[in-house]
Protein backbone atom coordinates (compact mmCIF):
# COMPACT_ATOMS: atom_id res chain seq x y z
CA UNK A 1 0.00 0.00 0.00
CA UNK A 2 0.79 3.60 -0.05
CA UNK A 3 3.58 4.97 2.44
CA UNK A 4 3.24 8.78 3.42
CA UNK A 5 6.04 10.40 5.43
CA UNK A 6 5.62 13.97 6.68
CA UNK A 7 8.41 16.24 8.46
CA UNK A 8 8.81 17.59 10.31
CA UNK A 9 7.03 16.82 13.21
CA UNK A 10 6.65 19.72 15.05
CA UNK A 11 7.74 23.58 13.57
CA UNK A 12 7.89 26.56 15.73
CA UNK A 13 7.81 30.11 13.76
CA UNK A 14 7.62 33.96 14.54
CA UNK A 15 4.37 35.45 13.66
CA UNK A 16 5.27 36.54 10.41
CA UNK A 17 7.22 33.79 9.18
CA UNK A 18 7.11 31.54 6.73
CA UNK A 19 6.47 27.66 7.13
CA UNK A 20 7.12 24.95 5.10
CA UNK A 21 5.77 21.16 5.75
CA UNK A 22 6.87 18.53 3.45
CA UNK A 23 5.42 14.93 2.43
CA UNK A 24 6.46 11.85 0.41
CA UNK A 25 4.62 9.46 -0.91
CA UNK A 26 5.69 5.90 -2.23
CA UNK A 27 2.74 5.14 -5.15
CA UNK A 28 3.27 6.88 -7.74
CA UNK A 29 -0.56 6.12 -8.73
CA UNK A 30 -1.85 8.66 -6.26
CA UNK A 31 -3.12 11.39 -7.66
CA UNK A 32 -5.30 13.31 -4.94
CA UNK A 33 -3.06 14.96 -2.02
CA UNK A 34 -5.23 17.07 0.98
CA UNK A 35 -4.13 18.56 3.66
CA UNK A 36 -6.10 18.73 7.21
CA UNK A 37 -5.32 21.24 9.88
CA UNK A 38 -6.78 20.51 13.55
CA UNK A 39 -6.67 22.56 16.22
CA UNK A 40 -6.67 21.57 19.70
CA UNK A 41 -9.15 18.63 20.65
CA UNK A 42 -11.46 20.20 17.15
CA UNK A 43 -11.89 17.89 14.24
CA UNK A 44 -9.40 18.22 11.17
CA UNK A 45 -10.70 19.75 8.42
CA UNK A 46 -9.49 20.34 4.92
CA UNK A 47 -7.79 23.73 3.93
CA UNK A 48 -6.42 23.10 1.29
CA UNK A 49 -5.52 20.00 -1.80
CA UNK A 50 -4.18 19.16 -5.07
CA UNK A 51 -4.51 16.83 -7.77
CA UNK A 52 -1.76 15.37 -9.94
CA UNK A 53 -2.35 17.22 -13.02
CA UNK A 54 -1.42 20.78 -10.96
CA UNK A 55 2.04 21.34 -9.65
CA UNK A 56 0.73 24.47 -7.52
CA UNK A 57 -2.61 25.71 -5.84
CA UNK A 58 -2.41 29.01 -3.78
CA UNK A 59 -5.65 29.79 -1.44
CA UNK A 60 -4.59 33.17 0.39
CA UNK A 61 -1.51 32.59 2.60
CA UNK A 62 -1.68 29.06 1.74
CA UNK A 63 -0.44 27.15 -1.17
CA UNK A 64 0.57 23.78 -2.11
CA UNK A 65 3.50 22.49 -4.47
CA UNK A 66 3.85 19.36 -5.81
CA UNK A 67 6.61 17.36 -7.56
CA UNK A 68 5.27 14.10 -9.27
CA UNK A 69 8.63 13.16 -10.33
CA UNK A 70 10.15 13.30 -6.75
CA UNK A 71 7.30 12.10 -5.35
CA UNK A 72 6.62 14.51 -2.88
CA UNK A 73 4.18 17.78 -1.49
CA UNK A 74 4.43 20.77 0.06
CA UNK A 75 2.41 23.12 2.35
CA UNK A 76 3.73 26.86 2.32
CA UNK A 77 2.22 29.30 4.97
CA UNK A 78 3.12 32.19 4.41
CA UNK A 79 2.76 35.40 6.93
CA UNK A 80 2.22 33.10 9.75
CA UNK A 81 -0.40 33.97 12.53
CA UNK A 82 -0.75 32.88 16.20
CA UNK A 83 -4.42 30.98 14.98
CA UNK A 84 -2.40 29.05 12.39
CA UNK A 85 -0.91 27.24 15.57
CA UNK A 86 -2.66 23.58 15.23
CA UNK A 87 -1.55 20.00 14.29
CA UNK A 88 -1.28 19.77 9.90
CA UNK A 89 -1.69 16.71 8.20
CA UNK A 90 -0.72 16.06 4.88
CA UNK A 91 -2.73 12.54 2.80
CA UNK A 92 -2.31 10.97 -0.56
CA UNK A 93 -4.95 8.78 -2.46
CA UNK A 94 -5.40 7.10 -5.84
CA UNK A 95 -8.36 9.58 -6.22
CA UNK A 96 -12.51 9.30 -6.24
CA UNK A 97 -14.34 6.80 -6.75
CA UNK A 98 -11.21 4.10 -6.80
CA UNK A 99 -11.59 1.12 -5.40
CA UNK A 100 -7.91 1.88 -4.04
CA UNK A 101 -8.65 4.97 -3.25
CA UNK A 102 -8.85 5.25 0.52
CA UNK A 103 -6.76 8.23 2.08
CA UNK A 104 -3.49 7.38 3.72
CA UNK A 105 -2.14 9.87 6.27
CA UNK A 106 0.99 11.37 7.83
CA UNK A 107 1.80 11.33 11.21
CA UNK A 108 1.01 15.19 11.13
CA UNK A 109 3.41 18.04 12.17
CA UNK A 110 2.33 20.15 15.09
CA UNK A 111 3.41 23.85 14.44
CA UNK A 112 3.44 26.75 17.03
CA UNK A 113 3.30 30.72 15.84
CA UNK A 114 4.74 32.69 18.65
CA UNK A 115 3.46 36.36 18.67
CA UNK B 1 -27.35 21.95 8.79
CA UNK B 2 -25.50 19.22 7.11
CA UNK B 3 -22.88 17.49 9.07
CA UNK B 4 -21.70 14.45 11.02
CA UNK B 5 -22.63 13.90 14.00
CA UNK B 6 -20.61 11.36 16.71
CA UNK B 7 -22.01 10.27 19.93
CA UNK B 8 -21.10 10.45 23.18
CA UNK B 9 -18.37 12.88 23.32
CA UNK B 10 -16.92 10.78 25.99
CA UNK B 11 -17.05 7.03 26.62
CA UNK B 12 -16.02 5.54 29.32
CA UNK B 13 -15.30 1.25 29.18
CA UNK B 14 -14.95 -1.36 31.67
CA UNK B 15 -12.52 -4.23 31.22
CA UNK B 16 -14.41 -6.64 29.47
CA UNK B 17 -16.41 -4.90 28.19
CA UNK B 18 -18.03 -4.40 24.23
CA UNK B 19 -19.13 -0.30 23.32
CA UNK B 20 -20.41 0.63 20.68
CA UNK B 21 -19.52 4.64 19.04
CA UNK B 22 -21.88 6.18 16.53
CA UNK B 23 -21.45 8.15 13.32
CA UNK B 24 -24.73 9.45 11.70
CA UNK B 25 -24.07 11.42 8.39
CA UNK B 26 -26.85 13.60 6.52
CA UNK B 27 -24.62 14.77 3.63
CA UNK B 28 -25.51 12.03 1.41
CA UNK B 29 -21.89 10.79 1.21
CA UNK B 30 -21.57 7.36 -0.14
CA UNK B 31 -18.18 6.63 1.56
CA UNK B 32 -17.90 6.35 5.39
CA UNK B 33 -14.64 5.74 8.12
CA UNK B 34 -13.31 5.40 11.05
CA UNK B 35 -10.17 6.68 12.13
CA UNK B 36 -8.17 6.20 15.53
CA UNK B 37 -5.98 9.13 16.95
CA UNK B 38 -3.33 8.66 19.61
CA UNK B 39 -0.38 11.11 20.33
CA UNK B 40 2.25 11.31 17.95
CA UNK B 41 0.55 8.26 15.72
CA UNK B 42 -1.51 10.53 13.28
CA UNK B 43 -4.65 9.62 12.20
CA UNK B 44 -5.14 5.08 11.79
CA UNK B 45 -7.71 3.90 9.49
CA UNK B 46 -9.67 0.85 11.25
CA UNK B 47 -12.64 0.51 8.93
CA UNK B 48 -14.24 1.91 5.98
CA UNK B 49 -17.13 1.34 3.59
CA UNK B 50 -17.79 2.25 0.24
CA UNK B 51 -21.34 1.91 0.18
CA UNK B 52 -24.42 0.31 1.91
CA UNK B 53 -23.83 -3.53 3.48
CA UNK B 54 -20.16 -3.20 2.24
CA UNK B 55 -17.04 -1.83 4.82
CA UNK B 56 -12.85 -3.06 4.70
CA UNK B 57 -10.65 -3.55 7.34
CA UNK B 58 -8.32 -0.89 7.48
CA UNK B 59 -4.62 -1.00 9.05
CA UNK B 60 -5.36 -1.52 12.96
CA UNK B 61 -9.18 -3.42 12.58
CA UNK B 62 -8.17 -5.86 15.04
CA UNK B 63 -10.86 -5.68 17.94
CA UNK B 64 -13.17 -3.47 16.19
CA UNK B 65 -15.85 -4.40 14.27
CA UNK B 66 -18.72 -2.02 12.43
CA UNK B 67 -21.91 -2.47 10.29
CA UNK B 68 -23.58 -0.07 7.31
CA UNK B 69 -27.08 -0.88 7.44
CA UNK B 70 -27.99 2.24 6.25
CA UNK B 71 -26.11 4.95 4.09
CA UNK B 72 -26.48 7.36 6.93
CA UNK B 73 -24.71 5.39 9.51
CA UNK B 74 -21.78 3.66 10.40
CA UNK B 75 -21.34 2.62 14.06
CA UNK B 76 -18.13 1.35 15.76
CA UNK B 77 -18.03 -1.33 18.29
CA UNK B 78 -14.74 -1.55 20.17
CA UNK B 79 -14.55 -5.24 21.94
CA UNK B 80 -13.04 -6.32 24.74
CA UNK B 81 -10.56 -8.00 22.05
CA UNK B 82 -8.88 -4.64 21.74
CA UNK B 83 -6.58 -4.35 24.71
CA UNK B 84 -5.55 -0.79 24.05
CA UNK B 85 -8.76 1.25 23.36
CA UNK B 86 -8.19 4.17 25.11
CA UNK B 87 -7.81 7.14 22.52
CA UNK B 88 -9.58 9.39 20.40
CA UNK B 89 -12.16 8.44 17.64
CA UNK B 90 -12.79 9.78 14.54
CA UNK B 91 -15.66 9.35 11.79
CA UNK B 92 -15.53 10.66 8.67
CA UNK B 93 -17.69 10.63 5.13
CA UNK B 94 -16.77 11.45 1.64
CA UNK B 95 -18.85 11.79 -1.82
CA UNK B 96 -16.84 8.91 -2.77
CA UNK B 97 -13.75 6.75 -1.09
CA UNK B 98 -10.78 8.86 -1.57
CA UNK B 99 -11.84 12.23 -1.70
CA UNK B 100 -11.56 14.31 1.26
CA UNK B 101 -14.79 14.68 2.74
CA UNK B 102 -15.69 15.81 6.65
CA UNK B 103 -14.88 14.45 9.71
CA UNK B 104 -16.89 14.40 12.73
CA UNK B 105 -15.97 16.30 16.43
CA UNK B 106 -14.89 12.62 17.60
CA UNK B 107 -15.40 10.48 20.96
CA UNK B 108 -12.72 9.85 23.32
CA UNK B 109 -12.69 6.83 24.77
CA UNK B 110 -11.02 5.83 28.00
CA UNK B 111 -10.80 2.43 30.39
CA UNK B 112 -12.12 2.47 34.21
Known amino acids: GENVEQHPSTLSVQEGDSAVIKCTYSDSASNYFPWYKQELGKRPQLIID?????GEKKDQRIAVTLNKTAKHFSLHITETQPEDSAVYFCAASKGRGSTLGRLYFGRGTQLTVWP | DGGITQSPKYLFRKEGQNVTLSCEQN?????MYWYRQDPGQGLRLIYY???????QKGDIAEGYSVSREKKESFPLTVTSAQKNPTAFYLC???????????FGDGTRLSIL
Open chain 2, 27 to 31: LNHDA
Open chain 1, 50 to 54: IRSNV
Open chain 2, 92 to 102: ASSIYLGDSGS
Open chain 2, 49 to 55: SQIVNDF
